[in-house]
């Protein structure tokens, strides 16, 4: 059982081995966050490594495998992708972690914030839930629930979806984001507005470029 240590920053560094098994190191204490991990094996580059880190660290061993609970400051890093929440859990055996509270993501220039994660470690792909924003250069996309697939840079919204790009909006069903592309796939009951030349557009779906800012309706 891992022992919780109040007040001081706990590191995990969970990298893949041979077999889909992890190897776990605890390591406490400040500046831990540049130390290796103790004979772990090189990541792959297809799957690089996740470093977590809070405030508070606790764990134990039940039918799920191993769990880690996570409390205060919660901090992932993959790459350059980085996860911040006030608390989670680590399905290690799984590979997957949940987080709570201001769950905030920053991949290149996009940034995710939602109340509820669940990030799936093998998959590279977060499950939202509740008050989803998706921004990206200035742009803004709001729904309650939706997927961000880290790898690909893609978005997808649901349950209603609000977007705003400087002086145009939209409403649609849902919506799919193409971070590299800026491009926006918006479908069901899609309705787009300029404000500035006073045009509203209605269709079944409208996808919208961005770099271009030219709308396509089907």
């Known amino acids: 059982m891992l022992r919780r240590r109040p007040g001081r920053v706990a590191v995990i560094r969970a990298r893949a081995i041979a ?3 992890f190897a776990l190191a605890l390591l406490a204490g400040p500046g831990c966050a540049g130390c290796p991990a103790a004979g ?5 580059a297809a799957e690089p490594p996740l470093h977590i880190a809070a405030d508070n660290v606790s764990g134990s061993h039940g039918p799920e495998g191993d769990i880690v609970l996570l409390h205060g400051n919660v901090r992932i890093t993959r790459e350059r992708t980085v996860l911040t929440a006030d608390a989670g859990r680590y399905l290690r055996t799984q590979g997957l972690l949940d987080l709570d509270g201001n769950v905030r993501m920053v991949d290149s220039t996009a940034t995710v914030t939602c109340d509820h ?3 799936s470690e093998h998959a590279d792909r977060l499950e939202l839930q509740g008050n989803v924003v998706v921004t990206d250069r200035n742009g803004t996309l709001r729904a309650p629930a939706g997927t961000y697939d880290r790898g690909t840079g893609r978005a997808h919204l649901t349950g209603g979806v609000t977007g705003q790009d400087k002086n145009q909006r939209l409403l ?3 919506a799919t984001y193409l971070r590299d592309s800026s491009l926006v796939r918006a479908r069901g009951h899609v309705r787009g507005f300029d404000d500035e030349n006073r045009v509203e557009l209605g269709a079944g779906a ?3 470029d961005r770099t271009r800012k030219l709308a396509v309706a089907t």
């Open 40 to 44: 772990a094996a090189p990541a792959s």
């Open 19 to 21: 077999g889909g098994l």
């Open 206 to 208: 409208i996808d919208f």
């Open 117 to 119: 994660a669940s990030y």
């Open 172 to 174: 649609a069903d849902q």
